[in-house]
């Protein structure tokens, strides 16, 4: 299997695509800010340059900032808006051309469950993430065919997804809620499923989270 990587950290990047080669891959990498189009778009060009061809997209970045709407912190919400939905969306448009010339391609978002329940702090965190799932499901109801589409819903994850809140009170509780977090390998899991399926298997909705996690 061939993968390119793209992140805005660049040596945890480099450690990725060392251990890749390490195992007998083969993997590629580019420093790409989800947020910005340009920047998707040459990530893509990079996969298709070096591999020749994308099969799978995974609009993977995000950001989660819990606090209170009252606190209004409105660069936090712009932020979550930038990365959570544009970033999905730019993932969207430059990777869907390629899927569309060569027929075949599968667009994986990795959504959250917060995308079907609300809690206090979290509200627009869940708007961008419902965001996601509308999106995820309106593209499927319009590409189908031979182009796959998948959301995956993940409850608590153990990732820097955790330290995005800058709300001192907000931050404390996720912390203490993350106590009861499983390994991110439970995504890689899921996507592996979701991509090995036969081509006319189109697995639309992961939602998984902690045995012990119930909300």
Do not use: C
């Amino acid at each position: 299997m061939t993968t390119t990587l793209g992140a805005r950290r660049k040596d945890q990047l480099e450690a990725i695509v060392a251990d890749i080669r390490a195992a007998g891959g083969a993997a590629e990498m580019r420093v790409t800010d989800v947020a910005d189009a340009a920047q998707v778009k040459a990530l893509v060009e990079t996969a298709k340059q070096s591999f020749g061809r994308v099969d799978v997209m995974i609009n993977n970045a995000g950001v989660m900032s819990i606090a209170p709407i009252t606190e209004t912190l409105v660069e936090e919400w712009d932020r979550m808006v930038d990365i959570n939905i544009k970033g999905v969306l730019y993932g969207i448009a430059a990777a869907l051309p390629e899927f569309t010339a060569q027929n075949s391609g599968h667009m994986i978002t990795i959504g959250s469950i917060a995308g079907h329940k609300v809690s206090p702090g979290g509200a627009v965190y869940s708007g961008t993430k419902f965001a996601v799932a509308a999106i995820s499901e309106g593209l499927r109801q319009e590409i189908g065919g031979a182009i796959r589409t998948t959301i995956i819903e993940p409850g608590l994850i153990d990732t820097d997804l955790k330290l995005g809140s800058s709300h001192e009170g907000s931050a404390a509780m996720v912390g203490e809620v993350y106590k009861m977090a499983i390994a991110p390998s439970a995504i890689a899991n899921a996507i592996a499923y979701a991509i090995s399926q036969p081509a006319d298997v189109d697995v639309n909705q992961i939602v998984l989270r902690p045995t012990v996690q119930d909300f």
